[in-house]
């Protein structure tokens, strides 16, 4: 008995190591496959996979980043009623470049198994058909679904009609705000009904029910910036002038002076450079203005472009970037100096702010694609970010053996969690390695090689987002390279979500952004690879121009 015993776990054993190795393989295939945007390789990764439930959920997500509708096709015929691979496959269908005629994916969707995430991604297609289905289904399943459905009724857009929304708000109120809030439909919610709402619920509320402030909580500062936002006048705005939070009272300050507000009545000298720059708009007083400017750091910067031309040697010889330079010589001497200047200076230095000062212009429209190539000329792999960014370079991947990409997924697993220490506290993350192994890697090997040391936030929208990674601090820049798009299933619904900032599919880099409260409009269309664990008193009080002194990996 126990050599039959010995022998039983022995075979056990090998079976275990050649399922593992066989899971290895597939995972490395799929991973390949939409690294290299190569269908061939999705088509045998599915092949390889058999009825292994979780590989065929990869392949489906996998089919909607390359994206691959022949094998998108496959899954759904063979495994479209399971619930978990509909779902993905309902997902994957949101990503994206799935540009595949809206008849076919619905007629695809509409025979998976039915489920939020596929009422959803039908809603998502704004096909007449796909809605009615929708609403059909949901009426047969006794609302089993409304919630998902009353959360996404946006995504159909002008298929919504007031009855429909007016109908789901009466059984799924707090779902149905979100959906009034991005179709700007007001008259339908009621404060009373949301008075114990979840925050996220709450924020979005409070722009289309008929008493904001009686969903105010002060202890929310997201709720604040929401309230000063929706009711845009100068009451609201003076009540928190002298907030505590700082983003609270840089809201307050620009809808304070937006509506009418004197800037007498606000102390230029006690603000931090984020609040200094939205009330320098309604500073007439240039000597008030030279004295910000003097302050010298972030104060210089965001004075700049409002100095007198008088002081134009003053500012062209202090240490602001090219690109506030270049904002500045806009005010003097108009746009087309500015970029008459903008060429003479890459051409004498090349430096990165100017080149994102001339791809800021191509967005514009103010300079042709062929004039910032003829400029790059030889060194395109310096500005390869700008380029790709800009959509005159397109990312093509290099081909790897699979080695490389199983070694990428076992490296990508030990990935756990990562500080990003600023001069305003800490904020302590954690990895999503099973959802983006490469991106993961790409902001490990980064942080390893000190790339965001000294890197401030260069974009932070209160109530919305904090964005840093860019070392030009344009929002332009990156590092010469950039990576493809890991869309997947997770989604940005709480505060703490960080996700890749992008120009556009696979052009994502260095830049990343930290969400400050629910932004489900962001689902599936910008790589989750990471989330906020503690730190969120620090998060709030993160304006722009707040350094990252360094990001530290954790084992």
Request: aromatic share 12%.
């Given at each position: 008995m126990k050599k039959i015993s010995f022998f039983a776990i022995l075979v056990f054993l090998i079976s275990c190591s050649s399922n593992t190795l066989k899971k290895d393989y597939v995972k490395a295939l799929i991973l390949k496959a939409e690294n290299e945007r190569n269908a061939v390789c999705l088509r045998k990764a599915y092949?390889?996979?058999?009825?292994?439930?979780?590989?065929?959920?990869?392949?489906?997500?996998?089919?909607?980043r390359i994206p691959d509708f022949y094998t998108y096709k496959l899954i759904a015929e063979k495994f479209g009623k399971n619930k978990e691979i509909a779902d993905a496959l309902a997902v994957a269908s949101m990503f994206p470049g799935f540009n595949v005629p809206k008849k076919k994916v619905v007629k695809v969707l509409s025979n998976l198994s039915f489920s939020g995430n596929v009422a959803m991604a039908m809603l998502n297609t704004k096909d007449k058909t796909a809605f009615n289905i929708v609403l059909n289904r949901n009426k047969i399943q006794k609302n089993r679904y409304g919630k998902d459905i009353a959360f996404n009724l946006w995504r159909a857009g002008k298929l919504v009609s007031d009855k429909t929304l007016k109908d789901f708000y009466k059984t799924n109120p707090y779902e149905t705000v979100y959906?009034?809030?991005?179709?700007?439909?007001?008259?339908?919610?009621?404060?009373?009904?949301?008075?114990?709402?979840?925050?996220?619920?709450?924020?979005?509320?409070?722009?289309?029910?008929?008493?904001?402030?009686?969903?105010?909580?002060?202890n929310k500062w997201q709720l604040k910036v929401a309230l000063i936002r929706t009711k845009n006048n100068l009451k609201t705005a003076k009540m928190f002038l002298n907030d505590s939070n700082p983003l609270v009272k840089q809201v307050a300050i620009e809808f304070y002076l937006k509506n009418g507000g004197k800037v007498s009545q606000i102390?230029?000298?006690?603000?931090?450079?984020?609040?200094?720059?939205v009330a320098l708009p309604f500073v007439k007083n240039k000597a008030k203005i030279e004295k910000i400017f003097d302050k010298g750091g972030f104060y210089s910067y965001v004075a700049a472009p409002y100095m007198p031309e008088n002081a134009y040697e003053k500012v062209m010889k202090s240490k602001i970037s090219y690109y506030q330079k270049l904002k500045y010589i806009e005010k003097v001497k108009g746009k087309n100096?500015?970029?008459?200047?903008?060429?003479e200076m890459f051409k004498k230095n090349g430096e990165t702010t100017v080149t994102a000062y001339l791809t800021e212009k191509l967005e514009e429209g103010k300079l042709k694609k062929e004039e910032l190539l003829s400029l790059v000329q030889n060194s395109q792999k310096k500005y390869i970010s700008f380029l790709i960014d800009a959509g005159i370079v397109k990312f093509n991947p290099q081909s790897r053996p699979l080695a490389y990409y199983i070694a990428k997924i076992k490296q990508s697993e030990k990935l756990t969690k990562f500080i990003i220490e600023t001069n305003k506290g800490k904020l302590e993350c954690e990895f999503f390695p099973e959802y983006a192994p490469l991106t993961c890697l790409n902001f490990?090997?980064?942080a390893k090689s000190g790339y965001y040391n000294g890197i401030f936030f260069h974009r932070v929208i209160p109530g919305f987002v904090a964005q840093a990674g860019d070392p030009t601090g344009t929002g332009y820049g990156g590092p010469e390279y950039s990576i493809r798009c890991e869309y997947n299933m997770l989604e940005y619904n709480e505060e703490g979500i960080i996700g890749m900032a992008l120009a556009?599919?696979?052009?994502?880099?260095?830049?990343?952004?930290?969400?400050?409260?629910?932004?489900?409009h962001l689902n599936y269309n910008y790589t989750i690879?990471?989330?906020?664990?503690?730190?969120?008193?620090?998060?709030?009080?993160?304006?722009?121009?707040?350094?990252i002194k360094e990001v530290k990996i954790k084992n």
């Amino acid at each position: 008995m126990k050599k039959i015993s010995f022998f039983a776990i022995l075979v056990f054993l090998i079976s275990c190591s050649s399922n593992t190795l066989k899971k290895d393989y597939v995972k490395a295939l799929i991973l390949k496959a939409e690294n290299e945007r190569n269908a061939v390789c999705l088509r045998k990764a599915y092949s390889k996979a058999g009825n292994d439930k979780k590989l065929i959920k990869k392949i489906a997500i996998a089919s909607g980043r390359i994206p691959d509708f022949y094998t998108y096709k496959l899954i759904a015929e063979k495994f479209g009623k399971n619930k978990e691979i509909a779902d993905a496959l309902a997902v994957a269908s949101m990503f994206p470049g799935f540009n595949v005629p809206k008849k076919k994916v619905v007629k695809v969707l509409s025979n998976l198994s039915f489920s939020g995430n596929v009422a959803m991604a039908m809603l998502n297609t704004k096909d007449k058909t796909a809605f009615n289905i929708v609403l059909n289904r949901n009426k047969i399943q006794k609302n089993r679904y409304g919630k998902d459905i009353a959360f996404n009724l946006w995504r159909a857009g002008k298929l919504v009609s007031d009855k429909t929304l007016k109908d789901f708000y009466k059984t799924n109120p707090y779902e149905t705000v979100y959906s009034l809030y991005r179709l700007k439909k007001k008259g339908i919610a009621k404060a009373e009904d949301l008075l114990n709402a979840d925050i996220n619920t709450k924020f979005y509320a409070m722009f289309v029910v008929d008493n904001p402030e009686k969903l105010l909580n002060e202890n929310k500062w997201q709720l604040k910036v929401a309230l000063i936002r929706t009711k845009n006048n100068l009451k609201t705005a003076k009540m928190f002038l002298n907030d505590s939070n700082p983003l609270v009272k840089q809201v307050a300050i620009e809808f304070y002076l937006k509506n009418g507000g004197k800037v007498s009545q606000i102390d230029l000298n006690s603000l931090n450079p984020a609040q200094i720059e939205v009330a320098l708009p309604f500073v007439k007083n240039k000597a008030k203005i030279e004295k910000i400017f003097d302050k010298g750091g972030f104060y210089s910067y965001v004075a700049a472009p409002y100095m007198p031309e008088n002081a134009y040697e003053k500012v062209m010889k202090s240490k602001i970037s090219y690109y506030q330079k270049l904002k500045y010589i806009e005010k003097v001497k108009g746009k087309n100096s500015a970029m008459e200047i903008a060429k003479e200076m890459f051409k004498k230095n090349g430096e990165t702010t100017v080149t994102a000062y001339l791809t800021e212009k191509l967005e514009e429209g103010k300079l042709k694609k062929e004039e910032l190539l003829s400029l790059v000329q030889n060194s395109q792999k310096k500005y390869i970010s700008f380029l790709i960014d800009a959509g005159i370079v397109k990312f093509n991947p290099q081909s790897r053996p699979l080695a490389y990409y199983i070694a990428k997924i076992k490296q990508s697993e030990k990935l756990t969690k990562f500080i990003i220490e600023t001069n305003k506290g800490k904020l302590e993350c954690e990895f999503f390695p099973e959802y983006a192994p490469l991106t993961c890697l790409n902001f490990y090997k980064l942080a390893k090689s000190g790339y965001y040391n000294g890197i401030f936030f260069h974009r932070v929208i209160p109530g919305f987002v904090a964005q840093a990674g860019d070392p030009t601090g344009t929002g332009y820049g990156g590092p010469e390279y950039s990576i493809r798009c890991e869309y997947n299933m997770l989604e940005y619904n709480e505060e703490g979500i960080i996700g890749m900032a992008l120009a556009g599919k696979d052009t994502g880099g260095s830049q990343f952004f930290i969400t400050h409260i629910a932004t489900p409009h962001l689902n599936y269309n910008y790589t989750i690879f990471a989330k906020l664990t503690d730190g969120f008193s620090t998060l709030s009080q993160i304006p722009r121009f707040t350094r990252i002194k360094e990001v530290k990996i954790k084992n």
